[in-house]
């Protein structure tokens, strides 16, 4: 059973506009989520997070919104580079320490 | 501030050995978690250590256990291996205030033949 979940395994963005990955969960229990960057033949990178008590955060080129009512996510990029080409995981915190991922989405920004 | 290691980075083995596989924490890190990542499951929780007790486990096989020494270190062992074994087996430490961030290793592939 898929708790978090990825419907895109793929996203191609033109430099210079905006990404835009997506989420969904369905345990109504999760309270914080948080989005990583993975790059080949290295571990996740944590990039961004949200506690359920908000619905948006931002760090940078980089925001979160988060939707309870519709158990839905999303990680915006503005403006897209070119290092930004890399695998986004979604992840939900279930307890202390226990992250549950997405399968995530492959993001190629071409120039 | 040195990152998270995890030694070694790869590993081939065969069906039936059994392996263990080592993580140092970002110094300070108390609490270690180990994920696998394969194509088709994604990443997906292990177990979690703090303080050298197993704090939280996730849904694999007994086969798969862990231990925490006192210096934060960890090792994860899967003993019996089964080719379906064959991931990135990525370890995360965190200061364990609750929500904060986890750092991962590069992580360890593991290949079994």
């Known amino acids: 059973d898929q708790q978090v979940k990825q419907n895109s395994p793929s996203l191609s963005v033109q430099e210079g506009r905006i990404s835009i990955l997506n989420c969904d969960y369905t345990?109504?229990?999760?309270?914080?989520f948080l989005w990583y960057k993975k790059y080949p033949a290295e571990g996740p990178t944590f990039l961004i997070s949200?506690?359920?008590?908000?619905d948006k955060n931002e760090d940078g080129r980089f925001t979160v919104f988060l939707n309870k009512s519709a158990k839905h996510l999303s990680l915006h990029i503005v403006p897209s580079q070119p290092g930004d080409s890399a695998v986004y995981f979604c992840a939900a915190l279930q307890g202390a320490q226990k992250l549950v991922f997405g399968q995530g989405t492959r993001l190629t920004i071409n120039p | 501030k040195a990152g998270v290691t995890q030694t070694p980075r790869y590993l081939i083995k065969t069906r039936g050995q059994q392996v263990t596989l080592s993580c140092s924490p970002i110094?300070?890190?108390?609490?270690v978690s180990w994920y696998q990542q394969t194509p088709g499951q994604g990443l997906q929780f292990l177990f979690e250590?703090?303080?050298?007790?197993?704090?939280n486990k996730g849904n694999f096989p007994g086969r798969f256990s862990g231990r925490q020494f006192s210096n934060s270190r960890s090792e994860m062992n899967v003993s019996t291996l089964e080719l379906g074994d064959s991931a990135l087996y990525l370890c995360a430490s965190s200061s364990d205030a609750t929500y904060n961030e986890q750092f991962f290793g590069p992580g360890t592939r593991l290949t079994v033949l």
């Open positions: 110094s300070g890190h108390r609490s």
């Open positions: 345990n109504s229990m999760f309270d914080y």
């Open positions: 250590y703090f303080s050298e007790t197993q704090r």
């Open positions: 949200i506690s359920s008590i908000k």
